[in-house]
């Protein structure tokens, strides 16, 4: 079956950097794009950063462009988030998802497949 | 950029009675509409997509409609288990801020 499992969260600092991953299963990593989406404490879905199936196209939300940075390793089934100058307000629980269509990552599409989450926590 | 709005904010049902959510587009996605369930402490799951299509293992009590602009989660007969916060989701903007409506909770009456 599908698994997503993240890790990597934690608490840091204010301006300080911190990497997700994303282990992927049960289905051909290298074949779907992955997105992570985030959701603070208490609040809704938010939208962070999509990688195509070959990695070649990356997206982010106007939110952490230029902070964070998305990567996969094919070869490896693994997704990354690297997250630079971190601020109190990406405090969230961070989500790899799953694209549903086959070769996607050039247009959005829906999320059929959820990891568990990793808790990020950016305090003082 | 297209916004989803999501009503009611919470809605308050007993066991057995038939719920009807509503998300609404500030312009046409056409079909392209998606909703989710999440239940505390767990990630969202994708129910329905492309407005009416149940995602895999997704019983058939829930059903959804509509295109355009107004579209309906209808769960037909309530279980407990169906007590969670729905989230809508459209895939018509592009980049894909605000993709995701603020959601509704369906809590137990």
């Known amino acids: 079956q599908v698994q997503l499992v993240e890790s990597g969260g934690g608490v840091v600092q204010p301006g300080r950097s911190l990497r997700l991953s994303c282990a992927a299963s049960?289905?051909?990593?290298?074949?779907?794009?992955i997105h992570w989406v985030r959701q603070a404490p208490g609040k809704g879905l938010e939208w962070v950063a999509l990688i195509s199936y070959d990695g070649s196209n990356k997206y982010y939300a106007d939110s952490v462009k230029g902070r964070f940075t998305i990567s996969r390793d094919n070869s490896e089934n693994t997704l990354y988030l690297q997250m630079n100058s971190l601020r109190a307000e990406d405090t969230a629980v961070y989500y790899c998802?799953?694209?549903?269509?086959?070769?996607?990552?050039?247009?959005?599409?829906?999320?059929?497949?959820w990891g568990q989450g990793t808790l990020v926590t950016v305090s003082s | 950029e297209i916004v989803l709005t999501q009503s009611p904010a919470t809605l308050s049902l007993s066991p057995g009675e038939r719920a009807t959510l509503s998300c609404r587009a500030s312009q046409s996605v056409n079909y392209y509409l998606a909703w989710y369930q999440q239940k505390p402490g767990q990630a969202p799951r994708l129910l329905i997509y492309d407005a009416s299509n149940r995602a895999t293992g997704i019983p058939a009590r829930f059903s959804g409609s509509g295109s355009g602009t107004d579209f309906t989660l209808t769960i037909s007969s309530l279980e407990p288990g169906d007590f969670a916060v729905y989230y809508c989701q459209q895939r018509s903007n592009w980049p894909p801020e605000n993709t995701f409506g603020q959601g509704t909770r369906l809590e137990i009456k």
């Open positions: 049960g289905f051909t990593f290298s074949s779907y794009a």
């Open positions: 998802t799953k694209d549903q269509r086959l070769y996607g990552g050039d247009s959005l599409y829906y999320f059929d497949y």
